[in-house]
């Protein structure tokens, strides 16, 4: 089945170590984003990607790195410099559409907490 | 990109249709209207788009209005599982654009 696929569900790590969230998608889709949810809010653009090896900032990227070797894969690195980076995180990916509208297709989510 | 705005919250009885308004008075000729729904704890799902005709899928309709300022989202027959926060979002046509989402509307359904 064709999807988008977060992994872990669930991370915990030790405050002032950088993880790094995996982001797989077999769609086909060109572009690839990356959010953050805190409780009650909505969703914040980190960094998003319209084609391999080219990624631009979102509204908070502070904090964050991405990487965009290949089509499939956008995996987001939470460094030691982001102050508060237990959140909601959630990938999505959408087709680089010429002439017309598209819809993004969101993973389940990993939900990240730092001790 | 345009703004949008919506309610924060609305109650809805299970059965009834959910009417989900969302205004965006700055839209441009080229933006398309997206709704999304996301159920607590879950990644955000698609449910319908449109440029300026109204649409209908299996899930929603959606009604814009002739001057593209405002649309409204319809779930014909709300169930308790249509619970959940609805993004009204303007994307521009072509693109793979920033896609950004305001806070939504938070629809409960109640029996």
């Known amino acids: 089945d064709g999807g988008i696929t977060q992994s872990p569900k669930y991370l915990f790590r030790k405050e002032g170590q950088n993880v790094t969230l995996s982001c797989e998608q077999n769609?086909?889709?060109?572009?690839m984003y990356w959010y953050r949810q805190d409780p009650g809010q909505g969703l914040r653009l980190i960094y998003y990607s319209q084609i391999v090896n080219d990624f631009q900032k979102g509204d908070i990227a502070e904090g964050y790195s991405v990487s965009r070797e290949k089509k499939e894969s956008f995996p987001l690195t939470v460094t030691s410099a982001q102050k508060n980076p237990t959140a909601f995180y959630l990938c999505?990916?959408?087709?680089?559409?010429?002439?017309?509208?598209?819809?993004?297709?969101f993973g389940q989510g990993t939900r990240l907490t730092v001790v | 990109d345009a703004k949008t705005t919506q309610p924060t919250s609305m109650d809805c009885a299970e059965g009834r249709a959910a009417n989900l308004p969302c205004n965006h008075s700055?839209?441009?000729?080229?933006?398309?209207v997206y709704w999304y729904r996301q159920i607590h704890s879950q990644g955000p799902q698609y449910i319908i788009h449109?440029?300026?005709n109204n649409e209908t899928n299996e899930m929603a309709s959606l009604i814009i209005t002739e001057d593209r300022k405002s649309s409204t989202l319809i779930l014909p027959h709300a169930t308790l599982r249509d619970t959940a926060v609805y993004y009204c979002i303007v994307l521009k046509r072509g693109t793979a654009s920033k896609l950004t989402f305001g806070t939504g509307t938070r629809l409960q359904v109640t029996l």
């Open positions: 769609l086909n889709h060109d572009a």
């Open positions: 449109g440029l300026k």
């Open positions: 999505a990916s959408s087709m680089w559409a010429g002439g017309g509208g598209t819809e993004a297709f």
């Open positions: 700055t839209i441009s000729g080229n933006e398309y």
